[in-house]
T-cell receptor, first 113, second 111 residues
């Protein structure tokens, strides 16, 4: 079975702090994604990566950056957390094809005070 | 971009009842998936179904790509089926496999 592991299920941070959300997948997938989920807005794509050291902006990249130094790991970085970044963050991975099936981690619920 | 609409937005069932969830999309797609989000927030893959029909236990799904819709059938529902069901699609050109999600159907199954 594909396993996508997110480092923290629940985090509480203060405004202005730097926040790292880590995601690791064990299926040698080329593509990795970060989504955020908010009530009434559904899932929105923040960033994705289709190869090591490659990244592309999704629909809502402002206030976020990402890092992919190794194929299995994709990190989401909030340089200076703000209260409007309180959300559920979901990492996903898929194989490198136009029809690649997407697999999600358990999610990280971030609260910024 | 592609639009994905799901209906109904909310659904309450008695245990044992059957239901049909619908997903309409606005463009030709090369990837369509159904997910179940459990009460703890995790998204579980149900079906990868860009066309045709698949079944897995009490669940089945049908996608009619030419008419741009997909249906998820839940039979003999159980309380553990409660949660949010999402349909997600990616388009044939320019979209790679970045999925666009519908807003989901919130299902509650009661005893």
């Amino acid at each position: 079975d594909v396993k996508v592991t997110q480092s923290s299920r629940y985090l509480v941070k203060r405004t202005g702090e730097k926040v790292f959300l880590e995601c690791v997948q064990d299926m040698d997938h080329e593509n990795m994604f970060w989504y955020r989920q908010d009530p009434g807005l559904g899932l929105r794509l923040i960033y994705f990566s289709y190869d090591v050291k490659m990244k592309e902006k999704g629909d809502i990249p402002e206030g976020y950056s990402v890092s992919r130094e190794k194929k299995e790991r994709f990190s989401l970085i909030l340089e200076s957390a703000s209260t409007n970044q309180t959300s559920m963050y979901l990492c996903a991975s898929s194989s490198n094809s136009n029809t690649g099936e997407l697999f999600f981690g358990e999610g990280s619920r971030l609260t910024v005070l | 971009g592609i639009q994905v609409e799901q209906s109904p937005p909310d659904l309450i069932l008695q245990e044992g009842a059957n239901s049909t969830l619908r997903c309409n999309f606005s463009d030709s797609v090369n990837n369509l998936q159904w997910f179940h989000q459990n009460p703890w927030g995790q998204l579980i893959n149900l079906f990868y179904i860009p066309s045709g029909t698949k079944q897995n236990g009490r669940l089945s799904a049908t996608t009619v790509a030419t008419e741009r819709y997909s249906l998820l059938y839940i039979s003999s529902s159980q309380t553990t089926d409660s949660g949010v069901y999402f349909c997600a699609v990616s388009i044939l050109t320019g979209g790679g496999n970045k999925l666009t999600f519908g807003t989901g159907t919130q299902l509650k199954v009661e005893l």
